[in-house]
């Protein structure tokens, strides 16, 4: 068993036979998505360029939570996608000294929780059409320890991860009540890419809400020993009422190697839920994909999901 794992298990463990816990609760939960997708593209992958026509994705979640005898909250979940493992968390709800995590998977702090905070009505413009998440900030999230705690409207995340080849670090400072509807963050990390290779992650956002319209911007940085690389977004969604929902998103990742062009991104999405059925449409656009001039993909998407 990885070190990490062991040393994570054994503490919480520790913690949990402090003190008894009352009985818990556990949940099945899960979603069925009908889609089709299609696509347009000269990256050379008959797949990605024309899309997979008709599919179906599958998600099983199993949950639980129980309150112990000092006031703090164990839960626990498990998910399935397709019949495989997706992702596990169990977390330690201390109240006002903040919620600890122990992550498999799962973003639920630090850098990934926060790698991309604009709104979108259904799937960020990189998504589907940029494979390599070029310019997304983000650190490994197996076996990987997560901790935030708020404090007079301000937050700190924060997570450590255990990789074959090194240790991802990362922390993200967030300001809901600067004045009302706007959130900042800010938030910085390693990541351990290789044995010899370690890229700094940096970024920093901003959204603000007023009545049915959500604006943001964020601003990404990798160093990379080779070359870096700078993303922009910036993205508007709309509550058109409390079912249906729209937006448009846009995304500039500028490459730092000359012989590289900017790969430039834009998507709408709109959503409609009633009940437990959501009815999605995703178009995703990007233009010189992974800075490789004329190399553009398209990505067009409708889904229908039932929750259960």
Do not use: C
């Amino acid at each position: 068993m990885d070190k990490l794992k062991t040393i994570g298990l054994t503490a919480l463990a520790g913690s949990l036979a402090a003190v008894n816990a009352n009985a818990g609760e556990m949940t099945v939960s899960g979603a069925f998505a009908a889609t089709y997708v299609t696509g347009e593209g000269d990256t050379g992958n008959i797949a990605t360029d024309h899309g997979v026509g008709l599919g179906s994705d599958k998600d099983v979640s199993f949950s639980g939570s129980g309150e112990l005898d000092n006031g703090f909250t164990v839960s626990t979940g498990y998910t399935m996608t397709n019949a495989a493992f997706s992702t596990s968390h169990v977390s330690l709800d201390m109240g006002d000294s903040g919620t600890l995590h122990f992550m498999n998977g799962t973003s639920k702090a630090g850098l990934n929780k926060y790698q991309d905070k604009m709104p979108t009505a259904g799937e960020q413009v990189w998504d589907d059409v940029d494979t390599d998440d070029n310019g997304v900030v983000g650190t490994g999230n197996a076996n990987a320890f997560g901790y935030e705690v708020s404090v007079m409207g301000f937050t700190a995340s924060a997570s450590m991860g255990k990789e074959a080849q090194g240790t991802d670090t990362s922390l993200v400072l967030v300001a809901d009540d600067l004045m009302d509807g706007l959130s900042v963050g800010y938030g910085f990390g390693s990541n351990s890419v290789s044995a010899t290779q370690e890229d700094d992650h940096t970024t920093v956002y901003a959204t603000y809400t007023m009545g049915m319209a959500t604006v943001g911007f964020q601003r990404s940085k990798i160093d990379k020993p080779s070359a870096d690389e700078e993303r922009d977004a910036a993205a508007i969604s709309l509550a058109i009422n409390e079912n249906m929902s729209v937006s448009y998103g846009v995304s500039t990742v500028d490459f730092e190697t000359a012989s590289l062009s900017d790969e430039e991104s834009s998507g709408v999405s709109a959503s409609y839920t009633t009940g437990g059925i959501t009815i999605g449409a995703v178009f995703n656009a990007t233009d010189s994909v992974a800075g490789s001039s004329g190399t553009d993909k398209e990505f067009k998407e409708i889904s229908v999901a039932f929750a259960f």
